[in-house]
């Protein structure tokens, strides 16, 4: 029987320089940033006793903790750019972890964030793999190519194609010839003693793990991010799913100056009705102007930012006495005019929002409330969900809570 090693998986930031797509690691996927997702699948792994990102980015860092991994060090600057060996990385971290915690694991995982998609269970699959066999130095997971090498050219130094491999004229529909397998990239299993001593992120002796075709997504470009947003909206992946770790743990600002307020879905219950001229009605609800009205007079100041342009915003803006910005596509630029023109800094504002084009202003500000009716994305980023629906009480719920905390504060 193979006693159980200890394990630390490194979701290393390796790509924050790249072109293809910039910053791709706080890029949203789902609601959550793309590293959530590495984060989640090392999380749910039994053979998995520690998680670590390894960045040179304080906000991917801080990122990745929200989902419950750690982040003890920030990598040099020198060791984050996109030709920066792996190999290189990860003798930083294992020689980080020995110099300051005295803690060396047996077995490093790595996972690339830009394949966000692995089957539950697959990692410790690839762990055990390697476990079994004191002779294997790594497992690499990988999938069959979508083309042949067989049927592939390059150009040589005359601009003239030449057959990629050296077996003669190749044919489209030739035989595949040799067995070709590409690194997914969805997991490298390799022992610490391969990385220190051999130098190496995979050895002498290297096992394969099969992904199925249906989870192999790579991320490169924003192309790609689309096509996977498609296939996690459309499909029934069976994978583990991050979560945020006690999302609702950020406390309310101290001083609250400013709510903002989206309008659709938060003010309203996000239906809209159209009679034949088409001229379009929206449901609100009344207790939600008794309560902006007394936030009012506590002091705090609220307004609609919307990106909606029809004329019923600022008619309902008027009747609850408050300001309105609306037909708004950049809602995070109009966001900081906002608080700008009050002198008023981020962490004094409160949003209410229940889209995902609401999240990114979510994320700028002191504390954000999402009805409980809002999109499951922003239920994952919000600070707080509240029990009543958009149009039905939630922004009321939402002034109940903030005049309570003033209350509290001024005991």
């Known amino acids: 029987m193979v006693d159980r090693p200890q394990v630390v998986l490194g979701i290393v930031e390796d790509c924050y320089a790249s072109t293809g797509l910039p910053r791709e690691n706080v890029w949203q996927l789902g609601g959550h940033p793309l590293i959530a997702f590495g984060v989640a699948s090392a999380m749910a792994a039994k053979s998995i006793d520690r998680v670590i990102v390894s960045t040179a980015n304080k906000r991917v860092a801080e990122s990745a903790c929200a989902y419950g991994a750690e982040a003890p060090f920030l990598l040099p600057a020198e060791l984050a750019t996109n030709t920066t060996p792996d190999l290189l990385r ?59 090498p067989s049927a592939m050219w390059t150009r040589d130094e005359k601009d003239y194609l030449r057959p990629l491999l050296e077996r003669g004229r190749a044919e489209p529909d030739s035989q595949p010839g040799p067995l070709a397998l590409w690194q997914s990239g969805h997991a490298d299993v390799v022992r610490t003693n391969t990385i220190l001593k051999k130098g190496s992120l995979t050895g002498d002796y290297v096992k394969s793990v099969f992904v199925d075709p249906s989870f192999v997504v790579n991320i490169d470009r924003s192309e790609d991010l689309h096509c996977a947003e498609t296939l996690l909206g459309t499909c029934a992946l069976n994978i583990d799913l991050p979560e945020r770790s006690n999302p609702q743990s950020v406390p309310l600002p101290a001083r609250t100056r400013l709510v903002v307020l989206d309008f659709d879905g938060t003010l309203t219950d996000d239906r809209v009705w159209v009679d034949s001229e088409g001229r379009e009605s929206v449901a609100c609800s009344r ?103 958009g149009g039905r009480g939630a922004v009321r719920e939402v002034c109940e809570i903030l005049l309570a905390n003033l209350q509290l504060q001024s005991e």
Not at 122 to 148: E, R, W
Not at 291 to 313: D, F, Q
Request: hydrophobic content about 40%.
């Open 90 to 148: 990860f003798q930083h971290m294992l020689s980080w972890l020995q110099d300051h915690e005295g803690y060396q694991p047996s077995i490093v995982v790595q996972i690339r964030t830009t394949t966000p998609f692995r089957p539950r269970g697959f990692l410790d699959s690839a762990i055990a793999l390697l476990q079994a066999d004191a002779k294997t130095d790594s497992v690499l997971a990988v999938a069959h190519p979508k083309q042949a």
């Open 287 to 389: 207790s939600d102007g008794l309560g902006l009205e007394m936030l009012r007079k506590a002091g705090i100041e609220a307004c609609v930012l919307s990106k909606e342009a029809n004329p019923v915003v600022a008619r309902r803006c008027e009747k609850l006495r408050i300001a309105c910005t609306q037909g708004i596509d950049d809602k995070v630029g109009a966001l900081r005019e906002i608080m700008a023109k009050r002198d008023i800094e981020a962490r004094e504002v409160v949003y209410v929002g229940n889209d995902v084009i609401d999240i990114d202003c979510m994320r700028l500000v002191g504390f954000s409330f999402a009805p409980a009716d809002a999109h499951p994305s922003v239920k994952q980023q919000t600070d707080c969900i509240l029990s009543r629906a």
